[in-house]
Every structure is written in structure tokens, then in C-alpha cells.
């Protein structure tokens, strides 16, 4: 039997698309989830106006921007999600009483949309707004991994004055503020070169962070699921495409075409799942994303990963609202779609992404403080 608008649930509102360089992949996992749970679709444009649009779209009707039939809506503090029409002079709340956020990159996922979202008082999947600023920050993200004893790869600040690194080339330069897969250059030969392309690479303008190349190194990526236990998932090896005149043989980096050019966003991507590693390798890995997940407090679904040269494992990335929602992954244990996104609204509901309080508040300090002029003086 064919689904109608009217088969959504309405109290649920998949969130996608957004101003960010990842907006398409983000179109495509938002379309996924709605699909998957029933839900309304709330669209995101590239200039940060908000649709609500039909769940039965296809990925072609974003591609010249707002589908057809789409109807504005706005995201208000302390109203929530609400429409343009006025009851009694005020918006019209939409009823949303949850969000699955599915936005990549950009606002989405460095807490910007996380914050808005605790502003307007709608609870909200995914990272909490210091979850999603430290999984996008790479600097910060390692340094605390590094803190926590966890093995990584050196990783430094990089701009336009910077002369010494700590380490040698060959480099990989990322930027600092962005998706894993975004802007990067590898086999950088030299650091001045390196420098350079903080000014030619928009996506590094922001800020930059400069790491070794190894090219002995291999990528391995595991899921965790935060409700309503902790949770892994199996391990996957991506598998990338050899980069344009490059040695025969030599790995290149795992780039944005290898993850989404195939069509559903990272479930289409080639892969070797599970990957085929060492149990000792294996165990090393999942110890360590149990303990990223903790450093970070994690919800939802997240993506760590790793690099490694089958012997050595070294921490990579946290992806906090990772392609797909890494769906793909949960082949042992098996979780179905459904079920996957069922539990990261349970989650939102559940357990608060904030905690304001006014205690200690209490008006103390105003009875006996001087006149704002005297404290001027």
C-alpha cells in the first residue's frame, strides 16, 4: 500500500540539509531517516531558511534548491518549530516534538544547530552542543584524546606564520573546522608548500591543522550507539581509490568520492565489512572507541576512526552525525534502521542534550552590590 503525507508521525521531524560544503550527503541520510521512521521532513536550504517539505521526495528534487510545494517555516526560541500562519498573533507552533538531526558538517554538526535547537526548547538526536564543538574541532578533539593516553598521530596547528611543526614531512593538511573528507591534501612535500595552501584552500581559510602522511597507513571505522546501552558495531575497512599518478600500489587517503559519489551517501561506499584484522588489533580499537565515546559523552550514533598499518592503531576522527547515520555498519550486532533511529528518539526524549539551571541565582549579590556607577570608578 502506498504511503501518503498523512502516514508521517507528526510529533517526529527529520532535520537535513543546512549551509555547509557536506549539504547533499546531508539531503540524502535526512531523506533515508524520514523514510525509515515515519517522520516529517524539515529542509534546511544552503542559505538557512527552513521548508518543511514532503518525505517522499527523491534526492532530485533538492537539486536546484527548495523542492516544489515546499512550505516555509521558522525555528524560534522558546517556540520551537512553528509555521508562518498566526494564532491569536502568535506563531503557530508546528508540533515537533522531537528532532533527528541529520545535518553534516558546517552548523549542523559543530554546535551552532545543536545550541538553536536548546534555545527553542526542542530535544534533539545527536551530539550535545560541547559533543558536536569537540568532534569538529580536529586540534581539540586530538589533544584530548592524547590526554586520555589513547594513541594518535602528531597533529599541529597550521597558518600562514607558522615555521616549525615538530615533525617531518611528507604532511597531510585538514582543515581544523569540518567534515572528515573536506578540503584535504595529502603528500604534502615540504612545509612551506604546506603554509601556502592555507591561503589557495578555501575550506582551510577557517583554520588549519597539518598531521604526517603515511602512506602504510589504512583506514578502520567503527559505529557506537549510546542508548539504550553503549554499544559497537562491526569494524569496517574502507576501501579508497588510488590517487591520479600516484606509485602503483600506494593507498591514497579515504576522500569525499570514495564515501558518497555512489549515490546513498556512506552506505554505498566499496568496503571490506568486517574488516579483516587481528583479534588483538580488533579488541585494542574497540577499547579505544569505548573511551572516546566516553571523553566525548556521545549520543546517538557516532563514527570513530582509526588509522593503522595492521599492527599499530592510531585514534583519527570522531564523526558525530556520521553518513547515513552509519546504518551500514550494524551487521553484528544486527539493528535495523528502524530500530536504530526508534532508539535515538527515546534517547532525545530521554536523556536532556542541556541542563541550565539559575541555582546560586537567587539575588544575593544584586541586594549587596554598590550602585553600577560606583563600580565604574
Not at 559523552?297 to 556520521?322: A, C, H, K, M, Q
Amino acid at each position: 500500500m502506498e504511503r501518503t503525507v498523512a502516514d508521517v508521525t507528526s510529533d517526529r521531524a527529520v532535520v537535513f540539509g543546512g549551509p555547509s560544503p557536506e549539504h547533499d550527503v546531508s539531503v540524502l541520510t535526512g531523506l533515508q531517516a524520514a523514510r525509515a521512521l515515519d517522520a516529517r521532513c524539515l529542509y534546511w536550504t544552503k542559505t538557512g531558511e527552513w521548508y518543511e517539505v514532503d518525505p517522499r521526495l527523491e534526492a532530485s528534487a533538492f537539486v536546484e534548491g527548495v523542492p516544489r510545494g515546499a512550505t516555509q517555516v521558522q525555528l524560534l526560541f522558546g517556540s520551537g518549530f512553528t509555521s508562518n500562519a498566526r494564532s491569536f498573533g502568535r506563531p503557530r507552533p508546528l508540533g515537533v516534538e522531537v528532532a533527528v538531526v541529520c545535518c553534516h558538517g558546517g552548523p549542523g554538526e559543530d554546535g551552532t544547530l545543536q545550541a538553536a535547537l536548546d534555545l527553542a526548547g526542542v530535544p534533539y538526536t545527536g551530539p550535545t552542543v560541547a559533543g558536536a564543538a569537540l568532534g569538529m574541532d580536529k586540534l581539540a578533539f586530538r589533544d584530548v584524546v592524547a590526554a586520555a593516553g589513547l594513541p594518535t598521530l602528531p597533529r599541529a596547528h597550521l597558518d600562514r606564520t607558522t615555521s616549525d611543526v615538530g615533525f617531518g614531512p611528507p604532511y597531510i593538511v585538514k582543515p581544523r573546522f569540518g567534515g572528515s573528507s573536506i578540503g584535504i591534501v595529502a603528500n604534502v612535500a615540504d612545509l612551506q608548500t604546506a603554509v601556502a595552501l592555507v591561503d589557495a584552500n578555501h575550506h582551510l581559510r577557517a583554520g588549519a591543522v597539518i598531521e604526517p602522511y603515511r602512506a602504510d597507513l589504512f583506514d578502520l571505522q567503527v559505529a557506537v550507539r549510546s542508548w539504550p546501552e553503549l554499544v559497537l558495531s562491526a569494524i569496517e575497512r574502507p576501501l579508497r581509490t588510488p590517487r591520479a599518478g600516484g606509485a602503483a600500489g600506494e593507498p591514497d587517503i579515504l576522500g569525499y568520492a570514495d564515501k558518497y559519489v555512489g549515490g546513498e551517501g556512506m552506505a554505498s561506499a566499496p568496503r571490506e565489512l568486517p574488516a579483516a584484522i587481528d583479534s588483538r588489533l580488533e579488541q585494542t580499537l574497540r577499547d579505544a572507541a569505548s573511551s572516546v565515546a566516553r571523553l566525548c559523552s556521545v549520543r546517538g550514533v557516532t563514527r570513530v576512526d582509526f588509522l593503522s598499518d595492521g599492527r599499530e592503531l592510531y585514534v583519527n576522527e570522531v564523526n558525530t552525525i556520521p553518513g547515513s547515520l552509519a546504518r551500514y555498519l550494524w551487521i553484528d550486532p544486527a539493528v535495523p534502521f528502524r530500530t536504530l533511529l526508534s532508539d535515538m528518539v527515546a534517547e532525545a526524549l530521554a536523556r536532556p542534550s542541556h541542563h541550565y539551571t539559575v541555582e546560586g541565582a537567587d539575588g544575593t549579590v544584586l541586594k549587596g552590590a554598590a550602585s553600577i556607577a560606583a563600580k565604574l570608578a
